[in-house]
C-alpha cells in the first residue's frame, strides 16, 4: 500500500539532474539511469512485505493482550506477541515514506485533481470498511456503543471497531501537503486543495469550539497527519531515491535492523505498549530496512506474482482485521508454552494473511478495487 499504488520512477533526461553539463554525457548518463529504470519492483517488494508485516503485527498486538500486558501472566505469549510486534514496527512509517517518495519524486500530481483522485482512492474503500466493521461489531455485539454514534464518529476520524483504519486519516492529509507544494513550485494554483487543507488544519479547533459553545457530544477531528509522518514522508522520498544500496552493504543495514530492533524489544517491554511510530528507535530501525532493501533486484519470473500481490495489498490491509478478530479467541491462549504460543501466532497469522490476500485478489478481479480497496 502506498499512495496510489504507484511504482514508477519517471524518466528524465540530462536537463533534469541538477549540476548535468551538456558536455558531461558519459557522466550525465550515469547519473540518469536509476531515472531510467522503469517500474520500481523494490518499491512494490517493500509494500507488499508492508502489509503482510502489519497483519503480524497485529498478531503480535493479540498475544500481548491476552496475558494484559504482563509477562507474569503467560510468559511465552507475552515475548512471542512482544517479538512479533517489535519485529514489524517499521512498516508502518515505511508506508509514509513510500507515500512520500510516490508524491515527491516517482509520480508528482498534474493538478489538483490528481490530487483529488487519489484521495478518494482512500477515503471511499476506508467508508465502505467501516461499514462493514460497524455492522460486523453490531452483529456480535462488540462494538461498545451505539452504532449511529460509532458511525457518525467514524467520518470524523475515531475508527472503532476498524482501529487500523487510523492510518487513512493521515495519509490523505499528507499526500494533500506534500501535493500541494508540488503543485505550487510547478506554477499551478490549486484552490480546491488549498481549501481542503485550510478545513484539516482548522478542524480540531472548531470541533473543539463547537462542544465548548453548544455542549454537544462533538466527535473528534482525526484527519490529520503528524510531523513525525510528514517527516518520514520527506525523509523516505530522499532515501528512496538514491542509487541502489550496494549488495555488500546490506548486511551491514541488516545487522543495524538487528541492533535497532533489540532496542525496540527493550523499549516496548520497559517503557511503553505499542511503541509509539515517531520514536527514534522505531525510525532507526524503518531506516536501516529500507535501506537494506533500497534497489533490490527482483527476479523477472517473479514480478508478475509481485505486481498482483502489491495490488491486493491495499485491501488485505482493510480487510484483515475482522478475520484476525474473529479467529485469535480460538488460537491465542495465556495458558501456551513456548511451542504453543509459536505455533499458535504461525497458524493465526497464515489463516489472516492468505484469506486476506486471496479475497483481495477476488474482488480486484471482479473490478471492486474502488470500493474496497
Not at 504453543?340 to 484469506?355: C, R, S, W
Request: glycine share 10%; net charge positive.
Amino acid at each position: 500500500m502506498s499512495a496510489d499504488n504507484i511504482s514508477v520512477r519517471p524518466v528524465t533526461g540530462t536537463a533534469a539532474i541538477p549540476g548535468a553539463h551538456p558536455d558531461s554525457a558519459p557522466a550525465a548518463k550515469a547519473r540518469a539511469e536509476p531515472a531510467r529504470r522503469g517500474h520500481r519492483y523494490d518499491i512494490d517488494l517493500i509494500r507488499v512485505v508492508c502489509a503482510c508485516s502489519v497483519i503480524i503485527g497485529h498478531v503480535g498486538g493479540e498475544c500481548v493482550q491476552a496475558v494484559g500486558k504482563d509477562p507474569h501472566n503467560g510468559g511465552a505469549v507475552y515475548w512471542t506477541g512482544l517479538f512479533l510486534d517489535s519485529v514489524t514496527s517499521w512498516a508502518v512509517p515505511l508506508y509514509f515514506a513510500i507515500a512520500g517518495w510516490a508524491v515527491l519524486v516517482g509520480a508528482p500530481p498534474r493538478d489538483g485533481g490528481t490530487l483529488r483522485k487519489r484521495s478518494l482512492r482512500m477515503i471511499v474503500p476506508v467508508g465502505v470498511w467501516s461499514a462493514v466493521y460497524l455492522a460486523w461489531g453490531r452483529w456480535r455485539d462488540t462494538n461498545g456503543g451505539p452504532t449511529s454514534k460509532l458511525a457518525l464518529e467514524a467520518v470524523f476520524g475515531t475508527v472503532q471497531p476498524a482501529y487500523h483504519l487510523w492510518y487513512f486519516y493521515a495519509h490523505v492529509p499528507l499526500i494533500l501537503i506534500l501535493g500541494f507544494v508540488v503543485l505550487l513550485k510547478a506554477g499551478k494554483r490549486p484552490w480546491g486543495v488549498a481549501a481542503a487543507l485550510v478545513v484539516v488544519a482548522a478542524g480540531p479547533t472548531a470541533f473543539g469550539d463547537l462542544a465548548e459553545l453548544t455542549g454537544w457530544d462533538v466527535p473528534r477531528f482525526g484527519w490529520q497527519t503528524g510531523t513525525y509522518s510528514l517527516v518520514y514522508a520527506v525523509i523516505g522520498a530522499l532515501l528512496l531515491s538514491l542509487p541502489a544500496t550496494r549488495r555488500g552493504h546490506r548486511g551491514w543495514w541488516l545487522a543495524g535492523a538487528v541492533v535497532a530492533l533489540a532496542a525496540v524489544l527493550w523499549s516496548q517491554h520497559r517503557i511503553h505498549f505499542v511503541i509509539p511510530n515517531a520514536s527514534v528507535l522505531v525510525a532507526a530501525l524503518s531506516v536501516c530496512v529500507l535501506m537494506a532493501v533500497n534497489g533490490v533486484r527482483i527476479p523477472e519470473r517473479v514480478r508478475p506474482v509481485l505486481v498482483r500481490l502489491t495490488d491486493a495489498g491495499l485491501g488485505a490491509f482493510m480487510f484483515h482485521v475482522l478475520l484476525l478478530k474473529t479467529l485469535s479467541p480460538a488460537f491465542v491462549s495465556a495458558d501456551h508454552g513456548w511451542l504453543g504460543a509459536a505455533g499458535a501466532a504461525a497458524a493465526l497469522t497464515l489463516l489472516t494473511v492468505l484469506p486476506s490476500f486471496g479475497l483481495s485478489m477476488l474482488w480486484g478481479r471482479l473490478k471492486l478495487r474502488r470500493l474496497l480497496g
